[in-house]
């Protein structure tokens, strides 16, 4: 449908301005939408059709019902394709459309640029609705209740991808571990010192070499370990060896690459927000309100960044990063010279009058994600300026507390909050485990306990995939611990230690 | 407008179902549970139905907030999320409650799969719709005796105006035959088949909150049921102690008398409404008793019997009798009424010993299909 004559003159200004300062975007398409559609389109997570679940139904009916008591209204939402689709909600008030365009210019030219994006589907649309397609068919053939079984069991592990997969090429091309097909190697043969016959018994004593034998044997396990080393793309790995039948196969390759799909932005929440804010907020500011304008914006726009003590908002600190950033590159506050002077007074009114600002902050939403954005460019007085704490829960006043305000100790938290997008490590380490064909999976404890209850039920699902035992060794309380299911019933065995290959999956000798 | 997500709707909505039926027993045990959401709505918590994950487990986890505050203020309860909903990074996962509407119908309809309820057969005759007529319209011929004054009037003014007939100075105006206008009735379908349940509760000192809690908690299944099998359903209250009355739906669950009992005084008074109000000619009847089965004494217990036997069974078509286990009662009652009407069909005797149960007993009083 064509925009109305008004909201496409007003594109037409946006576009302008966008494109004049530096913006790169795919065509942007917007269509404009009453809220029961919004609200539609909000549950499939911006697509016009998705694949039937009962979680998007869900989805629908709790926005429906909490747009009817006025909790929430969904002004804007765009979706990572090519062209960029993008919607507008019907009855908002101009003012508030010319916001929601800029930013979600701002929005376009993140996914078009930002590296981690680089490898999604630009034809997204058409591909979620041929997924759409071929599940519906499934279901079909094969009734509702086990297509969607089994999707459950599927999305269950969703998040379990490998966040470097995505730059080894098409996803398509699932990561080789080499089938070692090669025949059973000849049992490995100790090697003797040489020495004359009757020294035999004393250069090579018999127990020594049964000891050598049984290392040599155990060496050879390790490296016969299938796979090689830790997978963390665990959808990929059930994909590729799990033993599927042809629909599940399809299904499991959908919710896979549809997870990929969606990965850069869980990794880019912050960035992408604080863009998108820093670009409406200049191009309005700049270019675009009316003088009579101004007010309302204002108050829309504080309302977007607006905080809460217990909750970090990622529009805020999105925006007041790309603005310390591109300030501090403007003046010149950065580099050795920069660090190592502690003259405050020097400090104050340090600048060099670079001009590199906007340079800057082009190249950082070029390269960054989240986790390394935060990483380089969150410093001390910003975290003091922008008032973060640490919070965690206090088990004995049965309370949030307030921790801590140290630069160091804010920064660990906060990046471990968005490492992995805030969700544990799990690998595949053993897919023959005790020579059974079960999976061992490997939860890396960084000191944060897993929810069992939960993890429970995902080994079950991930058991109805492998249809063979399925393993977790994690820490529980301190103590590690390997939960798992057998397909029927859940299982536990307290153990020695948790199997942790090294990091770069090296084989301990 | 359809939408497509409406068959996610639909979808969703049939796992609820599916959920709500394998908590059902749980909330028939716990009336609070269930909580009236205007006239034909109820609301009913779920815990929130969610795809599980691998995920750190909440209160692990450091989180890192925005705003003021020192080190050691507290942000808020453990229970709930510090800060409201919303955002992404730094939102709390924290336990949302599903809150599911779904119509009394409906909630009926899961009842009767769960507990195999059979649906009743009305009684007979009453099967054929009746209707009574209610003077709503307006017509231009009937009887003088309906003959609406104002209209005709009114017809008449209009009439002399329009022709130049009417003198303001002379305000005669004379109604002729086609300005008459008379009341007509409209023909109001009576429902097929209605419905009463007489509750009858013992008030007496011996029936504790307990006891009138599983009281509460069985009559709002009973309603619920009889409400889906129903057209039209009434109910009527009645306590009793020594002497009986009855009352109105609140006064019925707070009541608490002490005294003694004469459970006839109950049979009199539900006699009583019966006749005056509900025939059973045009009524299907239901008499929930509820008493922990103390009564005065064996002169009474025997006049109880008498009563039901020669006067009140043969207009029921059920008689349930819910013996709720109370520290001070005897429960003798139960016993008198299983010796008397042991196989008669009309008459179902049941021990609620305690919430668990209701739904045992419901499940008895109401399979009979009657």
């Not at chain 1, 966008?18 to 809220?35: K, M, P, Q, S």
């Not at chain 1, 007074?345 to 340090?350: L, N």
């Not at chain 1, 906007?358 to 975290?383: A, G, P, Q, S």
């Not at chain 1, 820490?475 to 611990?481: A, H, Q, S």
């Amino acid at each position: 449908m064509p925009l109305p004559r008004e909201l496409a003159e007003l594109q037409e200004r946006v576009e302008h301005e966008a494109i004049r300062h530096g913006l790169r975007t795919f065509r942007v398409v917007f269509e404009v939408v009453d809220y029961a559609q919004m609200n539609q389109l909000a549950a499939y997570t911006g697509f016009p059709v998705r694949y039937p679940h009962w979680r998007w139904g869900m989805e629908f009916e709790q926005l429906s019902r909490s747009y009817r008591y006025g909790l929430h209204k969904i002004y804007e939402m765009v979706i990572n394709n090519d062209p960029t689709y993008a919607y507008l909600l019907e009855g908002n008030t101009l003012l508030d459309q010319k916001l929601v365009m800029a930013h979600v210019y701002g929005h376009a030219d993140f996914f078009r640029n930002n590296v981690y994006f680089a490898h999604t589907d630009r034809k997204m649309v058409d591909t979620m609705a041929n997924h759409a397609t071929r599940v519906r068919r499934h279901r079909d053939r094969l009734g509702v209740e086990i297509v969607e079984r089994f999707l459950d069991a599927c999305l269950s592990i969703e998040d379990l991808l490998d966040p470097q997969a995505v730059f080894l090429g098409p996803l398509e091309n699932l990561p080789a571990e080499e089938d070692d097909a090669s025949p059973e190697p000849l049992p490995p043969v100790v090697r003797k010192l040489p020495a004359k016959d009757y020294l035999e018994p004393y250069v090579n004593p018999p127990e020594w070499l049964a000891e050598e034998r049984e290392r040599l044997a155990a060496r050879r396990r390790l490296e016969r370990r299938f796979p090689r080393r830790p997978v963390r793309d665990v959808l990929g790995f059930l994909l590729r060896h799990a033993p599927l039948e042809g629909w599940e196969r399809d299904v499991l390759s959908i919710v896979r690459k549809e997870a990929y799909y969606f990965l850069p932005q869980r990794q880019t929440k912050i960035m992408n927000e604080g863009w998108a804010c820093t670009w409406h907020t200049h191009l309005l500011e700049h270019h675009l309100l009316d003088d009579s304008e101004v007010i309302d914006f204002a108050d829309h726009h504080s309302g977007t960044v607006a905080t809460l003590p217990g909750r970090l908002n990622p529009y805020k600190l999105g925006i007041e990063l790309f603005r310390d950033i591109e300030f501090r590159w403007n003046t010149g506050r950065f580099g050795r010279e920069w660090e190592e002077c502690d003259d405050m007074a020097e400090r104050a009114h340090w600048d060099r009058k670079l001009g590199l600002g906007r340079e800057k902050i082009f190249e950082v939403r070029r390269v960054h994600n989240d986790l390394t954005f935060l990483d380089e460019f969150l410093t001390e007085d910003f975290c003091r300026r922008q008032k973060l704490f640490v919070f965690g829960l206090d088990r004995q006043r049965d309370a949030w507390v307030i921790q801590s305000r140290e630069f160091e100790k804010v920064k660990e938290a906060l990046l471990f909050q968005l490492s992995n997008g805030g969700t544990p490590v799990i690998e595949i380490v053993d897919a023959n485990f005790r020579n059974r064909a079960e999976l061992l999976l490997l939860h890396r404890h960084y000191g944060v306990d897993l929810r069992l209850d939960w993890a429970r039920e995902v080994l079950r699902s991930i058991a109805s995939i492998w249809r063979r035992p399925v393993h977790l060794e994690t820490i529980v309380d301190g103590r590690p611990k390997r939960l798992g299911h057998d397909g029927n019933r859940p299982t536990e065995e307290d153990i020695e230690a948790v199997a942790a290959p090294g990091a770069d999956g090296a084989v301990p000798a | 407008m359809a939408l497509k997500i409406d068959t996610d709707v639909g979808r969703f909505r049939q796992i609820v179902r599916g959920k709500v039926r394998d908590e059902l027993r749980k909330f028939m045990k716990r009336g609070q549970m269930i909580a009236r959401k205007g006239k034909n709505i109820v609301s009913i918590p779920l815990p929130r139905i969610d795809i599980p994950r691998f995920v750190h487990s909440p209160g692990g986890r450091k989180h890192v907030g925005q705003g003021e505050g020192e080190p050691g203020q507290v942000l808020g309860p453990a229970g709930g999320q510090p800060g409201q909903g919303g955002g992404e990074a730094g939102n709390l996962p924290g336990e949302h409650a599903l809150e599911v509407e779904m119509t009394l119908e409906e909630l009926a309809e899961i009842m009767g799969e769960e507990l195999g309820l059979p649906r009743i057969q009305p009684k007979g005759k009453k099967n054929v719709d009746s209707w009574h007529g209610r003077y709503t319209g307006i017509s231009t011929a009937g009887p003088e005796s309906l003959r609406h004054f104002k209209r005709t009037f009114r017809q008449a003014l209009k009439r002399q105006i329009a022709s130049g007939s009417y003198d303001p100075g002379n305000p005669v105006v004379i109604p002729i035959r086609e300005d008459k206008r008379y009341r007509t009735f409209r023909r109001i379908p009576e429902p097929a088949a209605n419905a009463v349940i007489l509750y009858v509760m013992d008030v007496s000192g011996s029936m504790g909150d307990e006891q009138k809690e599983i009281v509460r908690i069985a009559s709002f299944w009973i309603d619920t049921w009889l409400r889906s099998q129903y057209r039209g359903l009434e109910s009527v209250y009645v306590i009793h102690d020594a002497k009986a009355k009855e009352v109105d739906r609140e006064t019925f669950f707070r009541t608490r008398e002490s005294g003694g009992t004469v459970i006839s005084s109950a049979y009199r008074v539900v006699q009583d409404v019966i006749r005056k109000r509900f025939p059973p000619e045009d009524w299907n009847l239901y008499l929930f008793q509820f008493s922990d089965g103390d009564n005065w004494s064996r002169g009474d217990t025997e006049e109880c019997l008498r009563i039901l036997r020669e006067e009140l069974l043969d207009g029921l078509n059920l008689f349930a009798y819910g013996q709720v286990e109370s520290p001070y009662g005897s429960g003798q009652f139960l016993h008198d009424l299983e010796g008397a009407f042991g196989d008669d069909e009309r008459v179902v005797l049941a021990t609620i010993e305690g919430k668990e149960e209701i739904p045992d007993a419901i499940r008895a009083f109401l399979s009979t299909g009657r």
